[in-house]
């Protein structure tokens, strides 16, 4: 009996969205499944080597939970955007939730296929040195000839 197959498609690149394809990934991955990420747009930004500008916007952002209710106006001042990030990653922290770096670890040590979209790195100009050695780079095709194949197939 072969093990079960998951898909996801990562497409955002903020750190609220930077999480659900690792955590799911990870966990799979740990049940013994097959995993591929396919990192498309923004969400390339995640296999990038230097993770420390990832960031949270409050902005347009209502399910935020703040710690204390703020008006649009004020969540666009400049530095809300940085004191949101922090909040976030102190909050994170602080209950014991894996760092993004940790996750992205558990990913490779487990063998999770990490895919670069091919296009998008080449649409905006993105150099590979800047993307982790684990990445690999492939188009859409590459990644819907594993896609096609799963059980579980996510669009994240």
Known sequence: MSSKKMALIA????????????????????????????????????????????K??????????????????????????SMATMMMRNKMKSKGVASLEELRNVCIEADVKLIACQMTVDLFEFDKSDFIPQAEFGGAATFLGFAGDTDVCLYI
């Open 56 to 81: 949270i916007s409050p902005l347009a952002n209502p399910a935020m939970p703040m710690p204390v209710p703020m008006p649009v106006l004020v969540q666009a001042l400049p530095g809300m955007e």
């Open 11 to 54: 497409t955002k690149g903020t750190l609220d969205w930077a999480y659900p394809p690792y955590i799911l990934a990870s966990t799979a991955a740990s049940l013994g499944w097959e995993v591929q990420i396919f990192f498309t747009f923004y969400g390339l930004t995640l296999l990038k080597k230097d993770l420390s500008g990832i």
